[in-house]
């Protein structure tokens, strides 16, 4: 997905915001390509983890970490000249518009501000269906109410879709790798029966194909 977010974003050369920024997995991709990076998360243990990463791959002078409530970033306005949020927008609804509204806040006017989540559409979801029903339903709801909350901002608003494919060496390393990230660990037999047969399913030549779609909505605050 980076070449997309790539351009979704419009990173080149520009001080950008990553909101929730996890482990760091985009600041070593996007970190030459920017002119600086400030990247927030709420957790302890990530931001120690992206110090490390700054103090390792020597990124001091280009990037900075901070810890912070999503809802309520530490900056001033109009400070970012592009920000983004992947993967990581909670469901419940005045949490996300509280963080999308502060997305916009830093941002400078017409600049963008990138949302990203997984849609209902996929092999995942479908696999998901069968484990972790509620998630699949967020998804498709937020999926719904999001475009529509956007505009009653009088933002502008572009969507992206994005295909995403997962590779995987076996349905049992697959059902692991999930177990790890997207569905409970503590499944009953049934449904790991079923989990195993699903991913048995979707087999091609000597690998598991699972399919995926990122929606990268694109919202810029009018001038």
């Known amino acids: 997905e980076l070449p997309a977010i790539i351009r979704a974003t419009q990173l080149t050369g520009k001080h950008v915001v990553d909101v929730g920024c996890g482990v760091g997995r985009l600041i070593l991709p996007f970190s030459p390509l920017t002119k600086t990076i400030t990247a927030v998360d709420e957790s302890q243990f990530t931001v120690k983890t992206v110090r490390d990463l700054i103090f390792e791959h020597r990124l001091k002078d280009r990037v900075q970490i901070v810890q ?38 830093v941002t400078k006017k017409g600049a963008p501000v990138v949302v990203g989540f997984g849609s209902g559409e996929g092999d995942l979801p479908a696999f998901e269906e069968i484990c972790k029903p509620d998630r699949v339903m967020l998804m498709k709801e937020f999926d719904d109410i999001f475009p529509a909350w956007v505009k009653e901002q009088e933002w502008k608003l572009e969507m992206q879709k994005v295909p995403l494919q997962f590779e995987f060496k076996s349905p049992e390393w697959a059902l692991e790798v999930f177990r790890n990230t997207f569905i409970p660990k503590d499944l009953s037999q049934e449904k790991v029966n079923e989990s195993l047969a699903f991913l048995q399913s979707r087999v091609k030549g000597n690998k598991v194909i699972i399919t995926q779609e990122l929606r990268l909505y694109v919202i810029r605050a009018v001038e």
Do not use: Q
């Open 68 to 105: 912070s409530t999503l809802s309520s970033l530490p900056f001033d306005d109009d400070v970012s000249e592009s920000t983004y949020c992947l993967w990581v927008i909670h469901y419940a609804k005045p949490r996300w518009e509280k963080i999308v509204a502060e997305m916009v806040r």
